[in-house]
């Protein structure tokens, strides 16, 4: 029989459940520091919101050819921001803890910003950087929880998941409205510059 003498017996476990039942799901097994935990999970509601609102102002702005597809992918992260808010929310819930949803200073305890954007393509860009904050800022909440609240840490895991989804999809539009403009200034570019040369070759 393997040797489970690094769990805790059950009679410890049934004696310390019943102790402190009005912390509900937070257990004396609670590794983590509690209060840094409902810090970090806040500052994540306010980026998701500010994500949401950012996202949602691009939805309704975006114009022009081809705008259409942009705008419901816009709305469709808006809508999956506020997914991750509220999940956040619900496990600052359980840890005890009240989620700060206040309008003052959410823009301060957000870590992406919120930036409207002239054109399509700023939007899409801005949308980019917003999202590679959160991926960057997720990751290091993965990392400062490691093993001491599983349950956070998983949560985070599958929202970062979503992150670096929406990432990619920022990354592909940015790319497709990026390219044509680009390609074309080059090659107008190019063209001024061959037919310089050639003008200067046929110059005895
Ligand atoms: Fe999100
Ligand atoms: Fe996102």
Do not use: W
């Not at 469709?76 to 309008?103: C, F, K, T």
């Not at 592909?172 to 090659?187: C, I, K």
């Amino acid at each position: 029989m393997a040797d489970s003498g690094f769990l805790t017996d059950v009679k410890t476990l049934r004696e310390r459940a019943r102790q402190h039942l009005e912390r509900g799901a937070v257990t004396e097994g609670y590794l983590a520091n509690r209060e840094v935990v409902l810090k970090l999970l806040n500052e994540a509601i306010a980026t998701e919101i500010v994500c949401v609102l950012r996202y949602r102002r691009h939805y309704f702005m975006a114009s022009g050819i081809n705008a259409q597809a942009v705008a419901d992918e816009f709305l469709q992260h808006a809508n999956e921001e506020q997914g991750h808010a509220d999940q956040i929310a619900a496990r600052i819930v359980q840890l005890g803890g009240a989620p700060n949803l206040s309008p003052d200073g959410m823009l301060s305890r957000s870590h992406s910003e919120y930036v409207e954007g002239e054109s399509l393509t700023d939007m899409i860009r801005e949308n980019l950087v917003a999202e590679r904050i959160a991926i960057d800022s997720y990751r290091e909440m993965i990392q400062y929880l490691g093993n001491d609240d599983p349950t956070s840490r998983g949560m985070l895991e599958e929202i970062l998941a979503v992150e670096e989804e929406h990432a990619e999809d920022m990354a592909t539009l940015l790319d497709r409205h990026e390219q044509p403009r680009y390609a074309g200034s080059v090659s107008l570019q190019q063209t001024a510059e061959e037919s310089f040369t050639k003008q200067k070759e046929k110059t005895p």
